[in-house]
């Protein structure tokens, strides 16, 4: 991770919406509308974590959801969001870099070995977070953007890692 926020391109240029959540994610979190809602909650939509049916499934919409840190309550990007609480979401252009949670980090000499280039698609578990060792291009949602041969903290699978979105 590269900083203390979860979006790091200064502008940024994707666009900004917020809406309900629904579970307790953290920030960095792929999330997706929850399908078939009924009436919104606010005037908002709800959304959830993505949760493909298998490791590197094809992505269910076009372009990438990420939950950003709620900055009006004071929260860091450590904070889970409390669900049926207002989030704020990024849906970043192509190039932009974003922190996001990538879980069993790398495939190198040690968990959290990640270099930059290596593709990351949709992990099934945990939801929402990205996952090293796609083989499909069409499945790639992110690259890693940055070097780190650091393990994260035992007993986590987990990191944060800043990565160029390809959507």
Do not use: H
């Not at 900055?71 to 860091?76: A, I, N, P, S, V």
């Not at 704020?88 to 069993?104: C, D, H, K, R, S």
């Not at 070995?113 to 499945?139: C, D, E, I, N, Q």
């Amino acid at each position: 991770m590269i900083g203390v926020k979860i979006l790091k391109q200064s502008p940024p240029c994707g666009v900004r919406v917020s809406g309900i959540i629904i579970g307790t994610p953290l920030p960095g979190t792929l999330v997706t509308p929850v399908p078939g809602q009924g009436p919104t909650v606010s005037g908002r939509m709800q959304w959830q974590p993505l949760t493909p049916s298998a490791d590197f499934s094809p992505f269910p919409q076009p372009g990438a959801f990420v939950l950003l840190e709620d900055e009006l309550q004071g929260k860091t990007y450590k904070d889970p969001y409390v669900s049926g609480t207002r989030c704020f979401i990024y849906a970043p252009l192509t190039g932009e870099e974003l922190n996001m949670l990538v879980t069993q980090p790398g495939t190198g000499t040690a968990p959290g070995f990640v270099k930059p280039g290596m593709p990351l698609g949709a992990a099934a578990s945990p939801a929402g977070y990205l996952k090293a060792g796609v083989t499909s291009t069409g499945t790639v949602l992110f690259y890693t953007s940055e070097y780190t041969s650091e393990a994260p903290p035992v007993g986590t699978t987990s990191e944060w890692v800043l990565c160029m979105s390809v959507w």
